[in-house]
């Protein structure tokens, strides 16, 4: 996707920060450092994304141009998946299916 702007716009702004991650999901929010642009060094987006996504350590943005840049992305904090159910919320051990094939084990003699 080219957003059409240069790589310094891109980076310092909340339009170019919520280009870059609408490659992960739906841009939600910045923090107000990035809104105000105060911080040059990297970002804070909150994104929506679906949990059975694999999370990226780096994507690869295109500008005006044509010139390709590696952003790399961190997460601070990542909230419990269950990768049976691909909800947030619980771990594996606590899979809805795993907890019904317990009762249903559970039950017969």
Not at 64 to 79: E, K, L, M, Q, V
Request: charged share 20%; proline share 4%.
């Amino acid at each position: 996707m080219d957003l059409g702007i240069s790589k310094q716009a891109c980076y310092r702004s909340e339009m170019g920060a919520s280009y870059i991650a609408s490659a992960l999901g739906v841009p939600l929010n910045v923090d107000s450092i990035t809104a105000g642009q105060q911080r040059l060094s990297y970002v804070k987006v909150c994104v929506k994304m679906a949990a059975n996504l694999v999370l990226p350590r780096s994507i690869d943005v295109e500008l005006r141009d044509n010139f390709i840049a590696t952003t790399s992305i961190g997460f601070p904090w990542i909230p419990q998946r269950c990768s049976e159910c691909c909800i947030f919320g619980h771990e594996d051990k606590g899979s809805i299916k795993q907890v019904e094939e317990q009762l249903r084990s559970g039950f017969q003699m």
